[in-house]
């Protein structure tokens, strides 16, 4: 019993950390395009448009 709580709490912990690293991941992507945006606009609209095709 001991040994699934303990398998238990490795889960929650590693889900955890796992969804950590996936908001750092997808925060410093977003403040990436917010810093592009305002630097040189209309560079990253033009890139976003090729990229829609």
């Given amino acids: 019993m001991k040994f699934l709580g303990f398998l238990l709490a490795i889960m929650i912990i590693l ?3 796992s ?7 997808f925060v410093g992507y977003w ?7 305002r630097v040189m606009p209309e560079r990253i609209y ?5 990229a829609k095709r």
């Fill in 46 to 50: 033009k890139w976003l448009e090729g």
């Fill in 31 to 37: 403040l990436t395009l917010i810093g592009l945006e």
């Fill in 15 to 17: 889900t955890g950390f």
């Fill in 19 to 25: 969804m950590l690293v996936f908001l750092a991941l």
